[in-house]
């Protein structure tokens, strides 16, 4: 079965059993204190699973436990697995860090940047240097999301309904359309979260001449073995697929946001690199250990070590964190110390962060509250899946799970 997996007693993998468990209570505590409907949480080391449980329901009114091969939506943790795939064609010589986003989608030649006015009357100044590749992977392209309410392009993009283009737009649409926007900011000066892992998808499709999908499964996900991990849901699978929630205003008591045969994946035209896959544990576990395993996993290399190293470097402009060279995203100082590579966010301070996590960390997220990182040094992998959106309603369980990880360590 896809979902099983194999535990390892902990102490073999340099763990303490009973402060491990403490991962567990925090995840089932959610549950408990009526917070999320259903969790799953797993730690690994070495690529081994130390410790993987589930708790309350993935589908509260059909009352359907979280089961070993949920299914659910990862939503941004998507980011991570088209980042890989990019840097798969930049090893390949298909393409440069330093290419041209026109070079790829042509409606970007005539992208200008937002000046000022307002949403509805926008002042633009062209573009001091074009839009390059590096900068959609470490989003300082200057491109935004509807959601973020920071900036009058963000604005622009809720009138346009940009979040209702799933069903609406094609991914090659899609870009076409963001490329009428304003950007934020100049190319390259600063982070500001965006769509540009969905911009990158559609590189990856003019480059390979294929869907984004047909790319990722032959080049990631089959020889990772992910056999879950999709756009879309098919009907003899959707009755894995978990409901989505969202928190009652006051409360943060779980209502119900989607259920499973009412889902937007069983119709999506639009392949979201940014954040449109499903998958299961046991399916981003195969990718979290490729990841911990230098880039290769059973025998068969994704990327090369030193490749996935590189991503795992912060580049944001004079090696900044996200607090110094972006915009707040959840709360001020959230990313304190954390910098951001090329598809993933990467601690590099804890000192400044005031956090309990180890320098070289490389983590996101996912709208639904879900999560991930892994640590290359220590060897080890944690991962986070519920349904609860927005991601930002208990966002710091990013951080208490690192804290909770990390002091089950007793191998330094």
Known sequence: MSGELDLVEPSTLGLN???????????????????????????????????RES???????????????TIWRIFSMTKPIVSVAIMQLVEEGKLRLQDPLSAFVSAFEKTEVFSGGTADKPETVPVERPINISDLLTHTAGLSYWFTNQHPVDEMYRKAEIDKAREKLSLEELTDFLAQFPLRHQPGTRWSYSMATDVLGRVIEVIEERSLYEALAERILEPLGMVDTSFQISDEKIGRLAACYMPEEGTLSPLLLEKPEESSYRTSRWQSGGGGLLSTMHDYNRFCSMLINEGELDGKRILDSQTLKKMMENHLPDKADMTDAGDPLYYKGFFDGVG??????????????????????????????????????EKISCIFLTQLVPSGTHIKLRWDLRALVNQAIEEQ
């Open 55 to 69: 708790f309350g329901f993935a589908d509260r009114e059909a009352e359907k436990t979280v089961g070993s091969d």
């Open 17 to 51: 059993n009973e402060r491990l468990r403490r991962v567990a209570d925090y995840a089932k505590s959610y549950v408990d204190d009526g917070f999320m409907v259903g969790t799953d949480v797993l730690v690994a080391r070495y690529g081994k699973v130390a410790l």
């Open 340 to 377: 951001f590579g090329l598809g993933f966010a990467v601690v590099q301070d804890p000192v400044k962060g005031r956090i309990q996590a180890k320098e070289g960390e490389a983590s996101w997220g996912g709208m639904a509250s879900t999560a991930f990182w892994v640590d290359p040094a």
